[in-house]
């Protein structure tokens, strides 16, 4: 992941999906995923994690992107 990639994600996506309210199923697949994992496999899920909400990210700016060209979004 490239280095504006690793700043977005850390300064503005992370932060954002923290203060997002979790629900009772969130919760569940959350500790699940927290409390069987090694320290290598905790970094292993936090960095795919990381990637999939960088990408994701971009993808919406593309897509927004794309819509306003065609005139799909009015602005």
């Given at each position: ?42 970094k ?9 909400a ?22």
């Amino acid at each position: 992941m490239s280095d504006f990639l690793s700043f977005l994600y850390a300064h503005y996506i992370k932060p954002y999906l923290d203060t997002r309210p979790r629900d009772d199923g969130d919760t569940f697949r959350a500790s699940l995923c927290e409390n069987n994992q090694t320290e290598e496999t905790r970094k292993d899920v936090e960095a795919v994690v990381a990637f999939a909400a960088a990408h994701a990210f971009l993808l919406g700016l593309r897509t927004g992107a794309g819509l306003a060209e065609e005139g799909g979004l009015q602005t």
